[in-house]
């Protein structure tokens, strides 16, 4: 028998991706959790009915100063009503009777970051409504500050905004977007906040034959976006694939091998960024488009790095750190 614990997009992607009958635990009915909730739009399990905007362009900002954008000529990201998906899709888990709980128990922990391994630091967003600021719909802005990794946004949420931020070294960022808001949107009217755990430099551990681990819980998130949606419901689609093979772990590991090569290559521009910031690293160039585009697709990589640096050294390292570490 599967037992799956936690319902968050991982949790549910394992139950459904097996298509069986699973025991399943979660500490809530429905699926609450604080969230950005923008997905890529090839990520699998999202239906139109919960699409709320269609994103084509990224904007990025240094406090006031614009230093980026990206756009793409179709939607490259949704922003997606996370709470009614999840719980709809916890709806459609076809649950085991208790005659049928019996034989090999094989255990997926799907806790996200309440069980994940690494640094974690709470990150917050607001349901914001009017802001003084005008929004494009299709658009989401990333605002980096002074002094600590890490960043607001600002995503469209249908009519409204959903307006957050996350930094390392800050216990509780609410004060801070709060004063971004009356700052940098002009006010607005609050019409729900909520906070949760984000874990920002993850240590990877898939578990064991047996006793498997998916999505955040596993530490699939990426470090410099936070995005760890997609990769959670990745993650057990491979697993649910693997579960039947000879090696189920082994064959796992390989199917998301991609996303792992990512995240460990992002913890390791978080550190240099955070080494950067102990000595007082000043940064004030402007990024460039053609990392801002790896960044936003999750395909920085050694080779972009390199072809940066051949092509202009300072500016290349100092994009990068511009992305990672903007400075005043
Ligand atoms: C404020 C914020 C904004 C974010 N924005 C984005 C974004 O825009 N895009 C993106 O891709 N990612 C974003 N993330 C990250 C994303 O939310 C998570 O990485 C993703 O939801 C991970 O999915 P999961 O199923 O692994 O874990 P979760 O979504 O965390 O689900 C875990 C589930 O486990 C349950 N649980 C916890 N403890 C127990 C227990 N003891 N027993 C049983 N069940 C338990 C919880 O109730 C929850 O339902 C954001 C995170 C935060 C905090």
């Known amino acids: 028998m599967i037992e799956i614990y ?5 949790g549910v992607a394992a139950a459904l991706f097996l298509r069986k009958e699973v025991v399943v635990r979660d500490l809530g009915k429905r699926y609450l959790k604080a969230c950005g909730e923008a997905v890529p739009i090839d990520t699998p399990l999202v239906e139109d009915r919960f699409v709320l905007n269609k994103i084509r362009r990224f904007e990025f900002y240094h406090e006031d100063r614009f230093i980026g954008e990206v756009s793409y000529r179709k939607p490259y990201w949704y ?8 719980s709809s899709l916890r709806e459609r888990i076809q649950i085991a009777s208790e005659t049928e709980r019996d034989g090999e128990r094989i255990v997926i922990d799907a806790r996200g970051p309440y069980s994940s391994k690494g640094l974690k630091i709470t990150v917050a967003r607001v349901y914001l409504r009017s802001p003084r600021k005008n929004i494009d719909p299709e658009t989401v802005y990333f605002i980096y500050r002074r002094g600590a990794p890490g960043f607001y946004w600002v995503f469209p949420h249908g009519e409204d905004l959903n307006v957050g931020g996350g930094f390392i070294g800050v216990k509780n960022p609410l004060p801070l977007i709060h004063s971004f808001i009356s700052s940098w949107l002009g006010g607005g009217e609050v019409i729900d906040v909520r906070g949760a755990p984000l874990t920002v430099d993850p240590e990877i551990d898939l578990g064991r034959e047996g006793v498997y681990r998916v999505g955040e819980a596993a530490g699939l998130v990426y470090p410099l976006t936070g995005e ?6 990745l993650s057990s689609q491979a697993l649910a694939a693997s579960l039947g093979t000879r090696k189920p772990l082994d064959n796992y590991r390989k199917a998301i091998s991609r996303i792992i090569s990512q995240i460990e290559f992002q913890k390791k521009l978080l550190r240099i960024a955070m080494r950067s910031i102990e000595r007082n690293g000043s940064i004030a160039e402007l990024a460039n488009s053609s990392i801002l585009k790896d960044y936003i697709e999750e395909n920085l990589s050694v080779k972009t790095l390199l072809i940066m640096i051949s092509r202009n050294p300072p500016k290349a390292v100092k994009t990068l750190l511009s992305i990672l570490l903007p400075t005043p």
Do not use: Q
């Not at 936690?6 to 991982?10: D, F, I, Q, S």
């Not at 922003?79 to 999840?86: A, Q």
């Not at 760890?228 to 419901?233: C, D, K, L, Q, V």
């Open 228 to 233: 760890g949606i997609r990769p959670a419901i």
């Open 6 to 10: 936690g319902l968050g997009p991982a």
């Open 79 to 86: 922003i997606v009503d996370k709470s009614s998906w999840i």
